[in-house]
Nanobody, 115 residues
Framework: QGQLVESGGGLVQPGGSLRLSCAAS????????MAWYRQAPGKQRELVAE???????NYAESVKGRFTISRGSAWKMVYLQMNNVKPEDTAVYYC?????????WGQGTQVTVSS
């Protein structure tokens, strides 16, 4: 059926920017919600941002004003623009998509914020 594949992670300095991408492969498309989650070492996975049909967006308080979620056409791509990153943004970032038949996760991409 397909999978979600993230890209764009890496090492970035505090105050810098990074853009994460997530692509749905195969027949996966038309998600009704697409989102980014993250999990830091020793912590639970948490919602970072989500975009819902109608292009409604929600953000974690910790990233409001710094991160922006957007999507591609046919709801097959989702992006996370990360600006003014902080060391506490260091985590594995996971793409998430929801369809009527279930929830899909990507394999994760590491983001490390360090000087």
């Amino acid at each position: 059926q397909g999978q979600l594949v993230e890209s764009g992670g890496g090492l970035v300095q505090p105050g810098g920017s990074l853009r994460l991408s997530c692509a749905a492969s195969g027949t996966l498309a038309n998600f009704y919600i697409m989102a980014w989650y993250r999990q830091a070492p020793g912590k639970q996975r948490e919602l970072v941002a989500e975009i819902i049909r109608g292009d409604i967006t929600n953000y974690a308080e910790s990233v409001k004003g710094r991160f922006t979620i957007s999507r591609g056409s046919a709801w097959k791509m989702v992006y996370l623009q990360m600006n003014n990153v902080k060391p506490e943004d260091t985590a594995v970032y996971y793409c998430n998509g929801r369809l009527s038949d279930g929830v899909y996760w990507g394999q994760g991409t590491q983001v490390t914020v360090s000087s």
